[in-house]
């Protein structure tokens, strides 16, 4: 029997003067946002006539059952549909963890591919004369780095945005970010999953950091080191070497390029994980089984968990067994799913 589609994945009407015709969700769509293209039309095809057999699906696709079988697995494990096991008819779950992840992924690759088009222009311009911006450009070296960013965060007034791509040093946050904080200054800070895995960076900068009450998210990687202050300058890595051997940084100020740097940051904010390292523990788990959760959503690996929650392997293996019975979920995505959905996280 047809269904009507998910909520959100066709964009409703706008009835504006002159605005185009809402679009339907295509398979074009979903390759960008990296489902293969069987995945693609397995999922076009549950959202048009789900629930229904995998049989269904292969004769509707003209592919045999075992492709069609394993597209729906592959769907089911990023959280897109549920059954097509013994038996069980396939459908389509609601998307937005899903299509969270599947953003996120998308936006490290144009991250990379940002950041490698600036450097490529950068290189142009060292050998073309100077064009009148020698102003809104300059490049800072090592040394000069530190009383540089203590200069930019002591004259913040709104806000601060940060790109944290590897762990550049094991102090916590510095004076005068603490009392930016104190004063009402947001601080918005995504890191990359190594940063939140190097156990010193993690105790002596993030945790510290997010009690102060810095807002942090996590992605699985981040190209360069981004600062940005009220919009109005920004310092960014010029050195990709990790860990670099001398840091260079780039001062940017009102350009196009602060501009693009601005919608880079909230790209990637947007789609980053929220790190929960404060607050109360919901009712319905215990202390140690949240500091699980938080640290699962980060991406980081189970050696690295058992070092930061200071227990062995098999202990966690019996912890996650217990949140995965308590769910009746079998892997750690859909672990994290429920959780999400329960309001754990």
């Known amino acids: 029997m047809r269904q009507d589609p998910a909520p959100g994945l066709w964009p409703r009407p706008s009835h504006g003067k002159g605005s185009p015709a809402p679009t339907r969700l295509s398979e074009r769509h979903l390759r960008t946002l990296g489902l293969k293209g069987l995945e693609a039309r397995t999922y076009l095809h549950l959202l048009e006539c789900g629930p229904v057999p995998v049989t269904a699906i292969a004769d509707a696709l003209h592919v045999g059952v075992g492709e069609a079988r394993g597209a729906v697995d592959r769907l089911a494990q990023r959280g897109l549909a549920c059954g097509g096991q013994h038996g069980q008819d396939a459908e ?6 899903a299509l969270q992840c599947l953003a996120q992924e998308r936006t490290v690759d144009v991250l990379q591919a940002h950041v490698a088009a600036e450097n490529a222009y950068r290189n142009y311009r060292r050998h073309m004369p100077a ?22 965060e002591g004259s913040a007034r ?11 040093d094991h102090e916590p946050p510095s004076r005068s970010a603490t009392a930016l904080l ?30 102060l009450g810095i807002q942090a998210r996590v992605v699985s990687t981040l190209p360069t080191e981004l600062r940005i202050y009220d919009g109005r300058c920004a310092l960014l890595g010029l050195t990709t070497a990790d860990p670099p051997r001398q840091r260079q940084m780039l001062m940017v100020r009102g350009s196009g390029l602060l501009s693009a740097l601005k919608e880079l940051f909230e790209l990637a904010w947007h789609s980053a994980f929220p790190m929960h390292t404060t607050g109360p523990c919901p009712p319905q788990l215990a202390p140690m089984e949240l500091r699980l959760l938080e640290l699962m959503s980060t991406g980081m690996t189970d050696e690295h968990i058992a070092r930061r ?35 754990w996280l």
Do not use: C, M, N, W
């Not at 709104?158 to 550049?168: A, C, G, Q, S, Y």
């Not at 009402?184 to 950091?209: F, L, Q, T």
């Open 92 to 97: 389509p779950v609601e998307p937005s963890s």
């Open 309 to 343: 929650l200071d227990v062995s392997r098999r202990t966690l293996s019996r912890y996650v067994e217990r949140l995965a019975h308590r769910t009746g979920t079998t892997t750690r995505f859909q672990l994290a799913l429920a959780a999400s959905r329960r309001g």
């Open 182 to 211: 104190t004063q009402g200054v947001v601080h918005r800070v995504v890191y990359a999953k190594a940063a939140v895995e190097d156990s010193a960076y993690y105790r002596e900068a993030v945790r510290p950091g997010v009690a």
């Open 158 to 168: 709104h806000e601060v945005l940060r790109f944290v791509p590897h762990p550049v």
């Open 131 to 152: 064009a009148g911006h020698e102003d809104a450009f300059e490049v800072i070296a090592d040394v000069r780095i530190s009383e540089r960013i203590e200069q930019a």
